[in-house]
Structures are given as C-alpha cells and as structure tokens.
C-alpha cells in the first residue's frame, strides 16, 4: 500500500545480562526491602503519594551514588542505554548519557502508579527485580492520544502498534528503555506477593560529567 510509517515510538526490553540475575535479584530484593523498612521519611512519602506501596523516590533517588549495589546494576544496564540511544538515532555530539535518578519501588497487591512521564531527562527505563504471578505490567500511552480529537476508536484486532494504549509484561531480570516523554502507568493488579522494581533516568550531558 502507499503509506508511510512515520514517528515511531520504540522501546527496547530486554534480560539485563545472560547469567547471574538470580543472585543479582535476591541481592537488590535484600536491600531494598531493608531500604524500605528503614527509610521513614520515603514511609512518609509514600504514604502521602503511592498509597499501600514504597518508593524511595522522595526520599532516595540517587541510590546509584550511595549504594555499591546499585552502582553495580547501573554499570549493568549503561550499555543497554547506549545501545538504545543509538537504535534511536539520536547524535550524542562527544556528551553521555548520565544516571541522573535511581529509585526503588515495591508495590503489593491493588497498589497502582498513574500515568505520568519523566521531565528534564532523556531515557528513562525500569528493571523487575521481583515479579510474582499476577504482577503488574507496565502500561504505555500512545503520544498522540490527546489530539485524536474525532478519530472513531480502533478496531479490537489492531495491531499493537496503532493502540492506544499497550502493556508490556513485567518479568524479573528483565529491562525495560523508553524515552522519557512517553507516558506509562503501573495498574494495580492482584498480586501474590510483592512486585519490586528499580525505575531510573538518564541525562545527555557534557562528557566532563559523565563517567
């Protein structure tokens, strides 16, 4: 047919490394179920901003500066980053990409992140330290939703692509990049358990900065 595809919108997912996720995970699960019993001021956060769950995101965002373990799965998942902003295209001119943010989630059953989006960064991405049976995926919102304006709604059978909305599994030892203007959400679900993940940001910053 005549038609062009145009402004695509891409993410990348994939195991974060071939082996070793195991030990990885239960390490970062040890540590952050410490982080959240120990962290009363994201305990307060949290109860005033994501309701029944933790996140360590007004407390201790940068847990890649403070914390050697972190620091260990940063250096893990930079190479995934720059592999993506390549795939993307995009002309870096001699800067980095830079960890900006580094934050723990953990979210037990019915407990849900609305949809939002990461300013003043470039690509932000999640890894699934603990994903029990029934954990929720991450729920993606087409860009242009909100100038569809009269368009009648999509068929039922449309491809993934031309949804308005798509979700993309949770699975542990798995990462997840997209850039930061696109719009996500984590629903609640009926997990068994407790769904833990870390979320981050980069920054395209002068190379001075970077590592």
Not at 97 to 123: K, R, Y
Not at 143 to 158: S, T, V
Request: charged share 20%; net charge positive.
């Amino acid at each position: 047919m005549p038609i062009k595809t145009l402004f695509p919108t891409q993410i990348y997912s994939t195991a974060l490394k071939r082996t070793g996720l195991a030990i990885l995970n239960q390490r970062l699960a040890d540590e952050s179920m410490a982080l959240a019993d120990a962290d009363a001021a994201g305990q307060d956060w949290s109860t005033r901003n994501y309701l029944g769950g933790y996140t360590s995101y007004g407390s201790h965002c940068r847990l890649h500066l403070i914390s050697p373990l972190f620091a260990e799965l940063e250096r893990a998942i930079r190479p995934h980053v720059r592999r993506y902003a390549d795939a993307l295209d995009y002309d870096l001119q001699r800067r980095r990409l830079v960890m900006t943010d580094c934050w723990v989630n953990i979210m037990p059953a019915q407990v849900m992140h609305g949809s939002h989006l990461h300013p003043l960064s470039f690509i932000s991405g999640t890894y699934y330290v603990q994903t029990p049976r029934q954990a929720a995926p991450l729920k993606f919102e087409d860009p242009r939703l909100g100038l569809l304006m009269a368009a009648p709604p999509r068929r039922a059978d449309a491809p993934a692509a031309k949804k308005p909305f798509v979700t993309h599994k949770a699975r542990a030892g798995h990462l997840v990049l997209f850039e930061s203007w696109l719009r996500h959400e984590v629903p609640a679900s009926d997990v068994k358990g407790e769904r833990i993940s870390i979320s981050f940001n980069y920054a395209w910053e002068d190379g001075a900065k970077g590592k």
